[in-house]
């Protein structure tokens, strides 16, 4: 990782989980780096909420390509969550299909502005009549306050046991 990274928490995986909760998160940073490296127990992708919220809060706007097939966008400005990753397994086989997640939490201490997270992501498929896709997302939290907790969800199924997620704050330069 960049010297500017300095790992806050780390979560790996025992056994099927849906949610993975980091809670007290320090406003000492510039920004928040989220990295999920996981594998799904169903077709599944990455989900984050802020602060606890469930509501209809978040905007999204997505672009996803499939390796080898066609490209779709999708625009919703009332979710319940930001979409982190889209993990579909499609014909791949589920315990070996790896994907990694990315996303930037930017100004995530600021709390005079909403919160614009950056996403991006790449699945690893173990066959070639499934051969993954690329995922690029730009996200709304349409609210002011600090963050302090972020929650990790599987979109579909479960995380498996192995699945890791650090999250990271950035330091200013």
């Known amino acids: 990782m960049p010297a500017t990274y300095s790992p806050i928490a780390t979560s790996t995986a025992s056994g099927s989980t849906s949610t993975v ?3 007290s998160i320090p406003s000492t940073y510039t920004d928040l780096i989220v990295i999920v490296q996981y594998q799904g ?3 599944s992708g990455v989900w984050l909420q802020y602060n606890n919220d469930t509501g209809t809060n978040y905007s999204i706007t997505n672009l996803i390509g499939s390796f080898g097939g066609a490209t779709v966008s999708y625009t919703n400005p009332n979710q319940p969550y930001v979409w982190a990753d889209t993990y579909y397994t499609g014909t791949g086989t589920v315990l070996t299909d790896r994907a990694i997640a990315k996303a930037h939490i930017m100004n995530y201490s600021n709390t005079t ?33 600090a963050i302090t907790r972020v929650d990790v969800l599987s979109s579909g199924g479960n995380f498996v046991a192995g699945s890791t997620i650090t999250i990271y704050g950035i330091k200013a330069a």
């Open 21 to 23: 909760t980091f809670s």
């Open 113 to 145: 502005t909403f919160k614009s997270t950056l996403c991006r992501s790449d699945d690893v498929r173990t066959t070639a009549a499934d051969a993954g896709t690329v995922y690029l997302g730009v996200s709304l939290w349409r609210n002011t306050s």
């Open 41 to 43: 127990t169903a077709n």
